[in-house]
């Protein structure tokens, strides 16, 4: 059974940084991209980044791009987004999501339970 | 980026009846399209990919059609399990966007 299970969530101030971790299980995890989706709560779906099995990053969303960072432990299973120069509007739940492929593929076949970040003074 | 528009955003129907959701794609994405279905308070769940492929385990009454920039989900006979939020997702270009979502309510 796919398991995805995300945290370091949190309160954080304005301009703080903040690092998000997924635990993946249940699969061979370096054989698939990863991504992380955010959803302010009561709102929509933004993809924020994904990365390839072998760790080339496949990208950024332009709200995100220069600021977050994603990475993955293979040894691990285990995949990361590290969170800079946080803004108010970074506010969302985190997903951690497992793809259906390994390269730049974007369907999202498996979530986690996400995780609350919330950014304010 | 491309834009995914869905229609409506609330619809209201009862327990047996048959309902579809629209969703547009403001370019052409082929058949890169998924559904997804969510719940208040949890993770959404893939439910349909290549615009008309249900997920394996995923029940029949789910069903979806369509390519290039038009798509519909139909949910066939609703169950009072189905009740939720469902968006579609181009998975067709660079930098995947989603619709806003539809309210299915009772």
């Known amino acids: 059974e796919v398991q995805l299970v995300e945290s370091g969530g949190g309160l954080v101030q304005p301009g703080r940084s903040l690092r998000l971790s997924c635990a993946a299980s249940g699969f061979t995890f370096d054989d698939y991209a990863m991504h992380w989706v955010r959803q302010v709560p009561g709102k929509g779906l933004e993809w924020v980044s994904g990365?390839?099995?072998?760790?080339?990053?496949?990208g950024y969303a332009d709200s995100v791009k220069g600021r977050f960072t994603i990475s993955r432990d293979n040894a691990e299973n285990s995949l990361y987004l590290q969170m800079n120069s946080l803004r108010a509007e970074d506010t969302a739940f985190y997903y951690c999501?497992?793809?259906?492929?390994?390269?730049?593929?974007?369907?999202?076949?498996?979530w986690g339970q996400g995780t609350l970040v919330t950014v304010s003074s | 980026d491309i834009r995914m528009t869905q229609s409506p955003s609330t619809l209201s129907a009862s327990v047996g009846d048959r309902v579809t959701i629209t969703c547009r794609a403001s370019?052409?994405?082929?058949?890169?399209l998924a559904w997804y279905q969510q719940k208040p308070g949890k993770a959404p769940k893939l439910l349909i990919h290549?615009?008309?492929t249900l997920k394996s385990g995923v029940s029949s009454r789910f069903s979806g059609s369509g390519s290039g920039t038009e798509f519909t989900l139909t949910i066939s006979s609703l169950q009072p399990d189905d009740f939720a939020t469902f968006y579609c997702?181009?998975?067709?270009?660079?930098?995947?966007?989603f619709g806003q979502g539809t309210k299915l309510e009772i």
């Open positions: 290549r615009a008309s």
């Open positions: 990365i390839r099995g072998n760790s080339a990053a496949i």
């Open positions: 999501v497992k793809s259906d492929c390994g390269g730049d593929c974007y369907l999202l076949d498996y």
């Open positions: 997702q181009q998975y067709y270009s660079y930098s995947s966007t």
């Open positions: 370019q052409s994405i082929n058949s890169w």
